[in-house]
């Protein structure tokens, strides 16, 4: 699995309030600590901050560096934002995102192609967000293939089918699995990303409800998710499923995890 980590988000609150007074120690403990979880980028997320966003993806980015090399995965509305980022972060760096939006899809190619970058497919057009899984599929089938199009490798996608809220619509989830296992059936090599908090936001319990989605997501296909990297119980039940998945060979990365004392079995 590809872990992106979720924690340097500018809609926690937490976040939000060291960005704007700069609150480098505590950016970096965030960075070291996921970086020390084990995740393969840090996702860096200002969109929050509609004033002088691209300052603080810059200080941000900047911020982030001093502590760990980590790729980067830029999280940005603003594609000036993101340009900026992807000037200093350094080679490796994930986009995120771009989608079948028309303006978007125009904005965001160019980066994608200059940085030569891996980048986020969102399964969004400018209808909005699909409701059922037909025309999730359709959408982000067809937003892959036009990347292909126009030149980005199949390793460098990221499609991503915009996990939402269970508490909002129920029938949300299980179109998104749909989507996730017929996009792995149709392009064996891209990756499948998704935000794996989205779907409890507004439910109690919300970790035991990302854990499972996750695995569920896992068992079609998913094989990177932004997520939060300091629960560790959902490290161990992602380390278990590749193992039961067929994903680690011999389970050595399983037993190393468990001889190095990372493997949480509660209760
Ligand atoms: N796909 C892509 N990028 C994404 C998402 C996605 N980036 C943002 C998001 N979704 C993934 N990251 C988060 C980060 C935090 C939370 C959820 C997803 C979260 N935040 C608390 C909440 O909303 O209740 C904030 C509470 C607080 O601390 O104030 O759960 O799907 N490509």
């Not at 965030?30 to 020390?36: E, F, N, V």
């Not at 982000?140 to 991503?160: C, H, K, M, W, Y």
């Not at 039940?237 to 399983?254: K, T, V």
Request: glycine share 6%.
């Amino acid at each position: 699995m590809i872990l992106i980590g979720e924690l340097l988000n500018s809609t926690r609150k937490r976040v939000r309030a060291a960005l704007e007074t700069r609150d480098a120690a505590f950016v970096q403990d965030l960075a070291r600590r996921q970086t020390d979880a084990g995740v393969h980028y840090i996702d860096v997320n200002t969109g929050a901050l509609l004033d002088h966003e691209v300052e603080c993806m810059q200080w941000l980015v900047r911020t982030v560096r001093e502590v760990t090399d980590r790729p980067l995965c830029i999280d940005s509305p603003n594609p000036e934002a993101l340009a900026a980022a992807l000037e200093l972060a350094g080679p490796g760096t994930l986009i995120n995102s771009i989608s079948a939006e028309a303006r978007r899809y125009e904005d965001v190619l160019p980066l994608v192609r200059k940085h030569q970058a891996p980048v986020i497919a969102l399964g969004m057009d400018d209808e909005g967000l699909p409701e059922d899984a037909d025309r999730g599929y359709a959408v982000l089938s067809q937003l892959i293939t036009r990347l292909e199009r126009d030149g980005v490798a199949p390793a460098n996608i990221f499609a991503d089918p915009l996990v939402r809220p269970a508490g909002a619509n129920t029938a949300i989830p299980p179109a998104v699995l749909d989507v996730i296992g017929r996009i792995r059936a149709a392009f064996p090599q891209v990756h499948i990303s998704g935000g794996i908090s989205n779907v409890s936001h507004g439910l109690p319990a919300r970790k035991l409800i990302n854990r499972t989605f996750l695995t569920l997501a896992m068992s079609r296909g998913l094989d990177a998710a932004i997520l939060d990297p300091l629960d560790t119980v959902l490290m161990s039940e992602i380390a278990a499923a590749e193992l039961l998945l067929g994903r680690d060979s011999f389970a050595m990365n399983f037993i190393s995890l468990y001889r190095a004392g990372r493997l949480e079995e509660k209760p």
